[in-house]
């Protein structure tokens, strides 16, 4: 006879590796970013509204306008490049 042993859905079981997804993106994002500032080099970032470019002599200089939209799971985006 077989056990029936209460087992997590799969979906349940994508859901909680999901969840941590972001968070382990956001520490290699912070991670690369410190080492990149660490060893000297220029880092561009968005502040304020604005792409910064974040040179290693502590000066910054704006690229341009942040465009920022809101990103819903499981719908695409296309990124087209603007040239200024």
Known sequence: ???DVQKPSEDE???E???GI??????ATNMAYLRAKKLYCTVVVSKGGYVVEERPDGS???L???TRRKV???VPISI???TV
């Open 1 to 3: 006879m077989i056990d």
């Open 13 to 15: 079981a994508d859901s």
């Open 17 to 19: 590796l999901e969840a």
């Open 22 to 27: 972001a968070e382990r993106a956001s520490m």
């Open 60 to 62: 910054e200089k704006i």
């Open 64 to 66: 341009g306008v942040s």
């Open 72 to 74: 819903l799971a499981g």
């Open 80 to 82: 087209r490049v603007r």
